[in-house]
């Protein structure tokens, strides 16, 4: 009943940006964390940052500093914002959230592609 769509993803060079978007939609009473994942091929789903519903907020080690999450809980999103991007970002970045709807449950998104290359 709960969806997550990501939006944003795409090819960017060494050294560039990108942000990407994740909208929950559905019947949703109320959402807790939020989080953004990344798998790259051959390697484990790894947690990316995650961010409360009151706005505290963690981070992988290897993009501190160049991540940022953050939340709009009026309007369900949660978003990351990617500087300084690396070849070893290029993954599929997915979205996941925990949902109070008709019952509580744990969400994931589809995927959006990031590629760092030259």
């Known amino acids: 009943q709960v969806q997550l769509v990501e939006s944003g993803g795409g090819l960017v060079q060494p050294g560039g940006s990108l942000r990407l978007s994740c909208a929950a939609s559905?019947?949703?009473?109320?959402?807790?964390?939020m989080r953004w994942y990344r798998q790259a091929p051959g390697k484990q789903r790894a947690l990316v940052a995650g961010?409360?519903?009151?706005?505290?907020?963690n981070y992988l080690d290897s993009v501190k500093g160049r991540f940022t999450i953050s939340r709009d809980n009026g309007k369900n999103t949660v978003d990351l914002q990617m500087h300084s991007l690396q070849p070893e970002d290029t993954a599929v970045y997915y979205c996941?959230?925990?949902?109070?709807?008709?019952?509580?449950?744990?969400?994931w998104g589809q995927g959006t592609q990031v590629s760092v290359s030259a």
């Open positions: 961010i409360s519903s009151d706005g505290h907020t």
């Open positions: 559905g019947s949703i009473f109320r959402i807790y964390d």
């Open positions: 996941n959230a925990d949902v109070m709807s008709w019952t509580r449950d744990v969400v």
